[in-house]
């Protein structure tokens, strides 16, 4: 079965204590995401990676980061946790066309993240 | 200005009403549009690509007017089944084809 997963799907924690949300996916896709999400602000994008080894910022990349060693794997890292870091994350993927505009993105069941 | 602007609502129909929804962006290289529906925080799913000529599926009709930078979803008869949040998306062209901006969502209610 096609899918994304993300882990831990629930957590808290506490400010500075570094923490690594996990996304992967079966699908071969090249593109990875990961976004936030926030009531009143929608989704934001954090950062992107086109595919293996190369990664890009999206609107809200700081306090974040993320590495593409492989392509099924794209970790989400907060290297030192902020109660403004508390919010909704998603991870997503999707295939890039010809065009190297990318197609429709299946998203992980996302992690929801509480740092007191 | 946002990059990507949506009447976040709540739109509240009766069942079978036609109810419609824009999405202005700001960016005129934008290349690539989508509709998303997001079910009670859960995870967004593909509604439909939004094409320059206008596509339809089925209850749900899509459109793009690039002259004025906005995109509309259209649907039809609408079901109980309907009631989620339609999210906009735009993808920027002109070298920035990874990134994404979302709008903050229309909520749809659809009532017996």
């Known amino acids: 079965e096609a899918q994304v997963t993300q882990n831990p799907r629930y957590l808290i924690t506490v400010t500075g204590k570094k923490l690594t949300v996990t996304c992967s996916q079966n699908?071969?896709?090249?593109?990875m995401s990961w976004y936030r999400q926030d009531p009143g602000l929608g989704l934001r994008q954090i950062y992107y990676?086109?595919?293996?080894?190369?990664?890009d910022k999206g609107d809200v990349p700081e306090g974040y980061k993320v590495s593409r060693k492989e392509k099924r794997n794209f970790p989400l890292i907060l290297e030192s946790p902020s109660p403004n870091q508390t919010s909704l994350y998603f991870c997503?993927?999707?295939?890039?066309?010809?065009?190297?505009?990318?197609?429709?993105?299946?998203f992980g069941p996302g992690t929801r993240l509480t740092v007191l | 200005r946002k990059e990507v602007e949506q009447d976040p609502g709540p739109f509240n129909v009766p069942e079978g009403a036609t109810v419609a929804f824009n999405c202005t962006y700001s960016?005129?290289?934008?290349?690539?549009f989508f509709w998303y529906r997001q079910d009670c925080r859960k995870e967004p799913k593909l509604l439909m690509s939004?094409?320059?000529s206008g596509n339809e599926d089925g209850r749900f009709t899509a459109q793009l007017n690039r002259a004025s930078q906005y995109i509309s979803l259209l649907i039809r008869d609408s079901k109980l089944s309907d009631s989620a949040t339609y999210l906009c998306?735009?993808?920027?062209?002109?070298?920035?084809?990874?990134?994404?901006?979302f709008g903050q969502g229309t909520t749809l209610q659809v009532k017996p």
């Open positions: 990676s086109m595919n293996v080894e190369v990664t």
């Open positions: 960016n005129s290289a934008s290349q690539s």
């Open positions: 998306v735009v993808n920027l062209g002109s070298g920035n084809t990874g990134k994404l901006i």
């Open positions: 997503a993927t999707a295939t890039v066309n010809r065009v190297r505009s990318y197609n429709e993105q299946f």
């Open positions: 699908m071969n896709h090249e593109y």
């Open positions: 939004v094409y320059s």
